[in-house]
């Protein structure tokens, strides 16, 4: 039982912090500039969003599955194949989406692909062969990190002029 309290603190913080980041990126961006922004700002809020809406999903799905009476180890693989699904589909449209623009990717949006991608590798092998909560709660908290770095290179990026 003290697994699953651990894991819970985990994730429920991640909800927090995610929450909490989404909220102070609305009134950056409300704040900044009289709300102009450029393409590439505008393209880096929108990923913050869709990071901060992921890190409290990807939090939520395993106590959904627990709570729902999942065993632990389905729980964790269900969640791992789920955030798999998500990356591939995310990475595919942000890469396209900065090709289409015309604006090259932010460095700390490339290296946070890069960051998360060696968690996707980690998930690939929780849902293969390890199927326990520490790589699963090891992706949360990093996403939790690029969510974060995302959120202070906007606030940079808007106020360094």
Excluded: D
Excluded at 137 to 143: D, K, N, P, Q
């Amino acid at each position: 039982m003290q697994k699953l309290l651990s894991a819970e603190v985990v994730l429920t913080s991640a909800i927090q912090v995610g929450i909490a980041i989404a909220g102070f990126t609305g009134i950056v961006v409300a704040l900044a500039r009289g709300g102009h922004i450029s393409i590439r700002e505008r393209i880096s809020v929108s990923i913050l969003l869709l990071a901060s809406i992921a890190t409290v999903t990807l939090a939520f799905l395993p106590m959904i599955f627990l709570n729902a009476g999942v065993s632990e180890r389905t729980t964790w693989m269900t969640s791992s194949i789920l955030f798999l699904i998500y990356f591939v589909s995310v990475i595919s449209y942000r890469v396209n989406q900065f090709r289409k623009s015309g604006v090259s990717m932010p460095p700390p949006v490339s290296l946070g692909i890069g960051f998360l991608g060696i968690s996707a590798l980690l998930q690939v092998a929780n849902a293969i062969f390890i199927r326990e909560s520490w790589p699963y709660l090891i992706l949360v908290v990093s996403y939790v990190i690029y969510t974060f770095v995302v959120f202070a290179y906007l606030l940079w990026s808007l106020w360094k002029e």
